[in-house]
């Protein structure tokens, strides 16, 4: 069974760092783009951004609203990928989702699968 | 604001057929994906490629393109159809991902 388990969460100040986990199984991991979507309370799914696997050499890509304050990491090893979120907004608040690409859907073709339950990110004072 | 646009609601009669869209000039290039989402619940995927459904998806949910503007069409829309629906496309660049700003779906 895939599964896809967040973790990391929490309550962080403006200006702060924090970093969440991915844990995924029942999958070959290595094999797999993983990206981040987030989800403020109330409002639309919002994409993150995402990592390639090693044989597309890990390549990363970031919505403006966070790119140079936000860095996606994966272990391969360890199946599990990270978003290291740094100088973080009050409008960074939001529940997060990691989230798999299907693999059948190539080319002009883009989805997710797979999905977990999110870890929610407070940035509050 | 997204560069894909989905109006924010709508309704449709128990048993009858309901279209929700999604417009962006990407999505002359790049095929929708579709996406239920139920309160306090993760997305599902429920429409991808061409059209697309994923294993345990009820075949009254179909998607078509044209042009600009994909939809997703329940045909025969079940009570627990109710949700909000997010269309999920490249964007014009084809470098990132954007996502519609959702529609909430009410069967009456």
Same mark, same amino acid.
């Given at each position: 069974e895939v599964q896809l388990v967040e973790s990391g969460g929490?309550?962080?100040?403006? #200006? #702060?760092?924090?970093?969440?986990?991915?844990?995924?199984?029942?999958?070959?991991f290595s094999d797999s783009s993983i990206h =981040?979507? @987030?989800?403020?309370?109330?409002k639309g799914l919002e994409w993150v951004g995402h990592m390639r696997s090693k044989v597309n050499n890990y390549a990363t890509s970031y919505a403006a609203s966070v790119? #140079? @304050?936000?860095t996606i990491s994966r272990d391969d090893s360890k199946n599990t990928a990270y978003l290291q979120m740094n100088s973080l907004k009050t409008e960074d608040t939001a529940l997060y989702y990691c989230t798999r690409r299907l693999v059948s859907c190539g080319g002009d073709c883009y989805a997710f699968d797979? =999905?977990?339950?999110?870890?929610?990110?407070?940035?509050?004072s | 604001s997204s560069e894909v646009t989905q109006d924010p609601a709508v309704s449709v009669a128990l048993g009858q057929t309901v279209r929700i869209t999604c417009q962006g000039d990407s999505l002359r290039s790049y095929y929708v994906s579709w996406y239920q989402q139920k309160p306090g619940q993760a997305p599902v995927l429920v429409i991808y490629g061409k059209n697309n459904r994923p294993s345990g998806i009820p075949d009254r949910f179909s998607g078509s393109?044209?042009?600009?503007?994909?939809?997703?069409t329940i045909t025969g829309a079940q009570a627990e159809?109710?949700?909000?629906?997010y269309c999920n496309s490249r964007d014009s660049s084809g470098n990132h991902l954007v996502f519609g700003g959702g529609t909430k779906l009410t069967v009456l």
């Open positions: 929490g309550l962080v100040q403006p #200006g #702060g760092s924090l970093q969440l986990s991915c844990a995924a199984s029942g999958f070959t =981040w979507v @987030r989800q403020a309370s109330g790119k #140079g @304050r936000f797979y =999905w977990g339950q999110g870890t929610l990110v407070t940035v509050s | 393109s044209s042009g600009n503007t994909a939809s997703l159809d109710e949700a909000d629906y």
